[in-house]
Structure formats: structure tokens, C-alpha cells
Nanobody
């Protein structure tokens, strides 16, 4: 069982920045991947950014590429998305996601609300 605790959401004006954080109960280096998803009202949950542990690669959705950066602090077992140039369409509940082993169901955080005002 992996527990994920998120923080850092809030209200920001368009063009502003926010940094979320997600701390895992397991060593982040033992996880196959960690990442962030989001879900806006009436929409499906979508992947925002992911970080693959063993290949040191990152992936981003086209909608955030160039604006969001995912990073890790392995000593703190924490993963961060730095979100810059925020747009109203980035408004959503953001969920931390961790994949312990490929093929296993992922773990999810409780979600944190991000609201971008125009």
C-alpha cells in the first residue's frame, strides 16, 4: 500500500504560477512511476505529467508542455509539478498518481483543487 499526500492547490490569476507537491509513503525510488492527473468538471481524468523512475524520463500532455515541469526530491519522497503560465482551462482537481509495479493498479492521492481566474 502506498499513500500519497498532496498539497499546494489554490486560486491563482491567469498567467500566474503554482507548485503542487505530493509526498509518498514509500521510497519514491522504489516506484516505477509517479505523476499527476487532473479532472475538470464534466470531463474525464487526464494525465498531466509523469516521471518514470528507471529511465529518468518525463512525459507531458500537449496541453501543458512547455508550461509545466515535473521534478522529484528523492530524499523527501516528493514529486512536484511546477505550473507556470496558468490558464483558466487548467482549472481542475489535480491528483497525484503512483505506479508501484507496472501492470498493478496505481495509487491515487486525495486530490487538490487548482482554480485559475481570468
Amino acid at each position: 500500500q502506498v499513500q500519497l499526500v498532496e498539497s499546494g492547490g489554490g486560486l491563482v490569476q491567469a498567467g500566474g504560477s503554482l507548485r503542487l507537491s505530493c509526498t509518498t509513503s514509500a521510497s519514491i525510488l522504489s516506484l516505477a512511476a509517479v505523476g499527476w492527473y487532473r479532472q475538470a468538471p464534466g470531463k474525464q481524468r487526464e494525465m498531466v505529467a509523469s516521471s518514470i523512475t528507471f529511465t529518468y524520463t518525463t512525459n507531458y500532455s500537449d496541453s501543458v508542455k512547455g508550461r509545466f515541469t515535473i521534478s522529484r526530491d528523492n530524499a523527501k519522497n516528493t514529486v512536484y509539478p511546477q505550473m507556470n503560465s496558468l490558464k483558466p482551462e487548467d482549472t481542475a482537481v489535480y491528483y497525484c498518481n503512483a505506479q508501484r509495479i507496472w501492470g498493478e493498479n496505481p495509487y491515487w492521492g486525495q486530490g487538490t483543487q487548482v482554480t485559475v481566474s481570468s
